[in-house]
Nanobody
Framework: QVQPVESGGGLVQAGGSLRLSCVVF????????VAWFRQAPGKEREFVAV???????????NSADSVKGRFTTSRDNAKNTVYLQMNNLTPEDTAVYYC??????????????????WGQGTQVTVSS
C-alpha cells in the first residue's frame, strides 16, 4: 500500500519560509515521481512542483512558473521523503498543499490525474 503523508504546514508571515515534507510509505520509492499540488478556497487544484527519476540516479525537478525561483524540491531516498522548500511566501501561496506519488513513466507530470496516490494535505497560510 502506497501512502503519501505530508507535514510541515502552518502559519507564516509574508516573506517567510516553510519546508513541507512528504513521506511515501511503500516500496521502490526511488522510482516514484513525487509532486506537490495546492488548492486555495474556491479555486481548482494546481500543480506546484515535481521531483522524479530522470536517468540512472539523476533526478529531474521542475516547478510551476508562479513559484519558480521561490520553491524548490529535494528528496532523500533513504527516508522515502521529498521536501518542498518554500521561500519568500506571499498571501497568494495560501492553500492546502497535497503530495502525490506515482511510479509510472511517460505521464504528464503537471497533471493531477497522472498520480494514483495522494496525501491528505497540509494547510499553509501566509499572512500579509
Amino acid at each position: 500500500q502506497v501512502q503519501p503523508v505530508e507535514s510541515g504546514g502552518g502559519l507564516v508571515q509574508a516573506g517567510g519560509s516553510l519546508r513541507l515534507s512528504c513521506v511515501v510509505f511503500g516500496r521502490t520509492f526511488s522510482n516514484y515521481a513525487v509532486a506537490w499540488f495546492r488548492q486555495a478556497p474556491g479555486k481548482e487544484r494546481e500543480f506546484v512542483a515535481v521531483n522524479r527519476l530522470s536517468a540512472g540516479t539523476t533526478y529531474y525537478a521542475n516547478s510551476a512558473d508562479s513559484v519558480k525561483g521561490r520553491f524548490t524540491t529535494s528528496r532523500d531516498n533513504a527516508k522515502n521523503t521529498v521536501y518542498l522548500q518554500m521561500n519568500n511566501l506571499t498571501p497568494e501561496d495560501t492553500a492546502v498543499y497535497y503530495c502525490a506519488a506515482d511510479p509510472r513513466w511517460g505521464l504528464p507530470m503537471a497533471v493531477a490525474a497522472s498520480y494514483g496516490h495522494w496525501g491528505q494535505g497540509t494547510q499553509v497560510t501566509v499572512s500579509s
